[in-house]
């Protein structure tokens, strides 16, 4: 688990058709609590697609800037991660939204600790305004773009592991510390 991390470089060689199977195996093993199984993948290869979805992606800090992340272009493996609102919303109306999109993360979780394991580097994508994927993947207004997931095998040595905070400022037993 401390091997995942965002990695944005990758080799040129595309995902073994095995591997890409088990991938998606490891989102439809996601949760859904309510059994509505709201969430869907989009893999995107169309070379149009991926250079205008570059152009639609913020910066880190959720601001539009002048470049685009044109290294979503060239990843092997490219997709957006969807919540299918109505079907969220069948059993427990808007809250359905909300637990599917919880779910959805899980099922993302699910494919890069898979992808971890099969030495295919990943990255989560989330700098984006979901109205602007939505016009440019044409989606119906009840298909919300939640996550965008880009994974390829590793290029050259693995980044360092981020430093992250102690488990003493992270866990609280019986009450906030």
Request: with cysteine; proline share 5%; hydrophobic share 40%.
């Amino acid at each position: 688990m401390k091997q995942i991390q965002n990695v944005r470089t990758y080799d040129d060689k595309k995902l073994e058709a095995k591997d890409e199977k088990m991938l998606y195996e490891a989102f439809l093993a996601g949760p859904s609590s309510i059994s509505n199984q709201a969430r869907e993948l989009i893999v995107i290869g169309d070379s149009i697609l991926r250079n205008k979805l570059a152009n639609d992606l913020l910066s880190p800090y959720m601001v539009k800037e002048s470049i685009p992340q044109k290294w979503i272009e060239d990843v092997p493996f490219l997709s957006v991660i969807v919540i299918e609102k109505r079907r969220a919303m069948s059993r427990i109306g808007s809250k359905g939204i909300l637990i599917a999109q919880k779910e959805a993360e899980s099922a993302i979780q699910n494919m890069r600790l898979l992808a971890t394991c099969l030495q295919i580097n990943s990255a989560i994508i989330r700098e984006f305004e979901p109205e602007t994927i939505r016009e440019t993947l044409s989606l119906p207004w009840y298909v919300e773009p939640v996550a965008m997931l880009a994974c390829g095998y590793a290029l050259g040595e693995s980044p360092m592991q981020l430093k992250s905070l102690s488990m003493e400022n992270m866990i609280h037993k019986d009450r906030w510390s």
